[in-house]
C-alpha cells in the first residue's frame, strides 16, 4: 500500500458512479495527480472539489501507478470568494482547465504549483487580468516553450516593441514589423513596462499567449484550447468595446 500527503488545487472533478468523484489535483510535489474521492457527488464534498479551492490531499493506492482514492480537507475555498464575480470566476476556471490540459500525470512541477497559488492570491487585488497574462507566460516558460520579449529579433533594439513572430516566439518592433504586421501577433505594452493592462490589452495578450499554447503544447498532444480559457477570452474583448469600462 501507497500513500502520500500533500497541498493541492483542485482542477477538476467528474462523477464516476451515483456518488462517486474521479478528482484532478495538481499537488506541490507529486504534479498534476488524478484520484477517486468516495461519496464526493454528496454535498458535503461538492463545495470542496470546486476547480481552484485549496486543499490538503491524502492519497492512498495499493500501486503508485494505480486511480487510488484521495481524503481531501478544505484549506482555502478560493471559488467561494468570487461567487459574485463572473470575470474572475471565469480566469480561475481557465487557469485550472489550463493546467488540466497541459501538465503531464504525476510529474512534479512544483514552480507550476507556485504560481497558480500565487494566481489565486492574486485574483483578489484589481490588476488581477495583468497578473493572469503573465501567469501564461510563465506557465510557457516553465513547460519549456518561453517567448523572448528582450528585444527586437530582427534588429536587436529594445525600443518600440509592439509585435512577437509567430515563429520565432520573439519581439519585433515597429519598424521592423510593419510590412509584415498582418503575420505577426501584436505584444501589448503592459507585458513590458509592468503597467496594468485594460481590457483589449489583456485580450491580446491572451491571444499571444494562447496562440503558443496551442502550437507548442496543446497541439503536440492532439487537444484543443478548453472551452472555459476561450470564454476568458471572449469576455475580455466585449468588455474592451465598451466605453469606459476597464475589463
Not at 76 to 90: E, K, P, Q, V
Not at 95 to 107: K, Y
Not at 163 to 187: C, D, E, I, T
Request: charged share 20%; with cysteine.
Amino acid at each position: 500500500m501507497s500513500e502520500w500527503t500533500d497541498d493541492a488545487i483542485v482542477l477538476s472533478a467528474r462523477k464516476l458512479g451515483e456518488s462517486g468523484v474521479v478528482a484532478s489535483l495538481l499537488t506541490r510535489s507529486h504534479g498534476r495527480h488524478p484520484g477517486m474521492v468516495p461519496g464526493g457527488a454528496g454535498k458535503s464534498m461538492r463545495p470542496v472539489l470546486q476547480p481552484g479551492n485549496a486543499v490538503q490531499a491524502v492519497w492512498r493506492g495499493r500501486l503508485d501507478d494505480q486511480l487510488g482514492t484521495y481524503r481531501l480537507e478544505l484549506a482555502l475555498a478560493h471559488s467561494a470568494l468570487h461567487l459574485d464575480d463572473a470575470t474572475r470566476l471565469a480566469a480561475l476556471g481557465a487557469a485550472c482547465a489550463l493546467c488540466d490540459a497541459v501538465l503531464p500525470e504525476r510529474q512534479p512541477h512544483i514552480p507550476v504549483f507556485e504560481a497558480l497559488q500565487a494566481l489565486l492570491q492574486a485574483m483578489a487585488v484589481p490588476s488581477w487580468p495583468s497578473v493572469y497574462v503573465h501567469w501564461e507566460l510563465a506557465l510557457l516558460r516553465d513547460l519549456g516553450f518561453g517567448l523572448d520579449l528582450s528585444c527586437c529579433a530582427a534588429t536587436g533594439s529594445t525600443e518600440d516593441l509592439v509585435y512577437v513572430s509567430p515563429r520565432s516566439a520573439r519581439a519585433v518592433s515597429a519598424q521592423a514589423g510593419q510590412p509584415y504586421a498582418h503575420k505577426l501577433l501584436k505584444l501589448p505594452g503592459f507585458l513590458l513596462d509592468g503597467q496594468e493592462g485594460q481590457g483589449g490589452d489583456i485580450a491580446d495578450g491572451l491571444d499571444l499567449t494562447g496562440y503558443f499554447l496551442e502550437r507548442h503544447v496543446l497541439g503536440h498532444h492532439h487537444k484543443a484550447m478548453p472551452a472555459a480559457r476561450t470564454r476568458l477570452v471572449d469576455r475580455f474583448r466585449s468588455s474592451s468595446k465598451l466605453p469606459g469600462s476597464k475589463f
